[in-house]
């Protein structure tokens, strides 16, 4: 297939996401190809460590939301948005924490309203949305237990995707929350698995140099 280029990344050439499918869409269907690539680059700035940039990318997905096509891409863009809020929601206090708070849960609620006509796709992702609004509220076994209900779901019904950002989210979790960096880079890893199984190569890359970064620190 021949490469597709953002002028200001590289993130396209390598993702793993972009097909011979996608190609075609580009030429059929730009809007399609519009809200990939910001779902695409929202979901590297978010793994990246970037969640600002990644709401900003998430807004992008906005004018589109309420469409009733594409429901897998209105999944991911809520999915990236919900989960940049409660991740600077993890960094910020007061009233700017609130409303991060507050952003985030609508964006769950509107996966659960997709869920009630596209369980499949949405319940799992879904699931680990309410461990992060656990953890936030420091109920760290009640969350934990909703991480690995998201993950075996995800398993079970072959979403790997979701395998791969449940793992992340709770690895995350492990090391911003509990400080428990073996344990995080343990989930990390998994979710690195995931996206290559997947086919999300730049994912996989950029969480394999975070546990890089974890490991220099440690040493």
């Not at 993890?90 to 996966?111: D, F, M, P, Q």
């Not at 075996?152 to 960096?181: F, P, Q, S, W």
Request: aromatic share 8%; proline share 2%.
């Amino acid at each position: 297939m021949r490469k597709l280029h953002d002028p200001n990344s590289d993130l396209l050439d390598h993702s793993g996401i972009l097909d011979d499918k996608l190609e075609y869409s580009i030429a059929n269907n730009k809007i399609y190809c519009l809200r990939l690539i910001s779902c695409v680059k929202a979901f590297l700035a978010l793994i990246g460590g970037d969640p600002k940039r990644a709401l900003m990318e998430a807004d992008q997905l906005a004018p589109w939301t309420e469409r009733k096509d594409g429901i897998i891409y209105d999944r991911f863009g809520f999915t990236v948005e919900a989960t940049a809020c409660f991740r600077l929601a993890r960094t910020t206090k007061g009233s700017e924490r609130k409303n991060y708070i507050r952003r985030g849960k609508s964006r769950v609620a509107l996966i659960k309203k997709l869920a009630a006509s596209n369980p499949y796709q949405c319940l799992a992702i879904s699931s680990a949305l309410d461990a992060e609004i656990l953890a936030l509220k420091k109920r760290h076994s009640l969350a934990y237990d909703k991480y690995q209900h998201a993950i075996a779901l995800a398993d079970r019904i072959g979403c790997i995707y979701e395998v791969g950002t449940t793992n992340e989210m709770l690895g995350r979790h492990y090391i911003d929350d509990l400080k428990n960096r073996t344990l995080g880079k343990d989930h990390l890893g998994a979710a690195a698995r995931a996206y290559t199984q997947y086919g999300a190569h730049a994912y996989a890359t950029v969480i394999h140099k975070l546990i890089e970064k974890l490991d220099r620190e440690s040493s």
